[in-house]
């Protein structure tokens, strides 16, 4: 969870609850015009022109037409990014948490890596992409991105729709200080993001946030102008924006520390986003050494 220690891991959760274009580069090739010349009566004209058809021709016998002028090698296409469903800033989104039907069924899309649902995947690279339009300097990869998410919530306890929607809402505990190592939040005037009454507050959505880092940094990562912190592309989009804040460099590994918690104040936080952030590049699971209990 930003700002505080680990929420929603030490409960069991429940298990229920961008369209990629491309460009093609084609290269026309204009064939050599034939001159044609008309008029009567010119002999010498008449030689001349057929000398210089026979000189077009051919050498190897080839008495059809006049070889087209050698064209220029088509230069290569340059690399393209993969399109993110929303670069820039569109307007402000409305920055809310919209009720989802009960019976959301889970995206069929192919699991990304080590098993992440395809959705998330899709996610964390949308993410990624945007930032690297909005905030190049940040340099943020959607594998860190995808560390959050593995140790927030499991990528949305591994069950998303195809509109990027856990199949059951993610709340984390009651920040209350009924458990270890969670600070106590009172719920503060205009409310929380969960919807539920009460006087404690609690993280929202597969990233984890509070109201007021939520509200500070939300955007819409999938453009339907509406930044809800239980979408995984809205979540993932904010998560980016809020570690890349402060000009903070992510390929430094001091800096990405720095960065990391800011989520979670705590190095055993860190070692374990760290771990499946090389997890998910490398595509080997980290090892139990690797992921010190937080």
């Not at 699991?111 to 395809?118: D, E």
């Not at 001091?254 to 860190?270: D, E, H």
């Amino acid at each position: 969870m930003e700002g505080h220690h680990t929420v929603g891991r030490h409960r069991k959760p429940p298990v229920p609850k961008v369209r990629r274009g491309s460009v093609i580069a084609l290269t026309g090739l204009v064939p050599a015009g034939l001159a044609t010349v008309t008029g009567a009566g010119d002999g010498h004209l008449t030689d001349k022109l057929t000398a210089t058809v026979q000189q077009q021709l051919s050498n190897d016998g080839d008495e059809q037409l006049p070889r087209p002028e050698a064209a220029e090698p088509a230069a290569a296409p340059e690399p393209l990014l993969r399109e993110a469903k929303q670069v820039g800033p569109v307007g402000p989104p409305q920055v809310k948490t919209v009720a989802q039907p009960d019976d959301r069924m889970p995206s069929a899309r192919p699991a990304g890596p080590l098993g992440m649902p395809g959705v998330a995947f899709d996610a964390y690279q949308n993410a990624e992409h945007v930032l690297a339009v909005e905030n190049p300097t940040c340099n943020m990869p959607w594998n860190l991105l995808a560390g959050i998410g593995r140790v927030e919530s499991t990528h949305g306890f591994g069950k998303i729709d195809d509109n990027g929607y856990p199949l059951q809402n993610v709340y984390g505990p009651v920040l209350d200080g009924s458990l270890y190592g969670n600070n106590v939040i009172a719920t503060a005037e205009g409310g929380d993001l969960d919807g539920l009454s009460g006087s404690y507050r609690r993280a929202v959505g597969p990233m984890q946030f509070l109201p007021e880092t939520w509200r500070k940094y939300a955007a819409d990562g999938n453009g339907d102008g509406i930044a809800d912190p239980q979408n995984m592309y809205d979540a993932t989009l904010t998560a980016g924006k809020y570690l890349c804040q402060g000009g903070l460099d992510m390929r430094d590994p001091g800096q990405q520390t720095r960065a990391i918690l800011r989520y979670n104040n705590s190095m055993a936080y860190v070692a374990n986003v760290m771990a499946w952030e090389t997890a998910y590049g490398s595509g080997v699971s980290p090892s139990p050494a690797a992921l010190p209990r937080i």
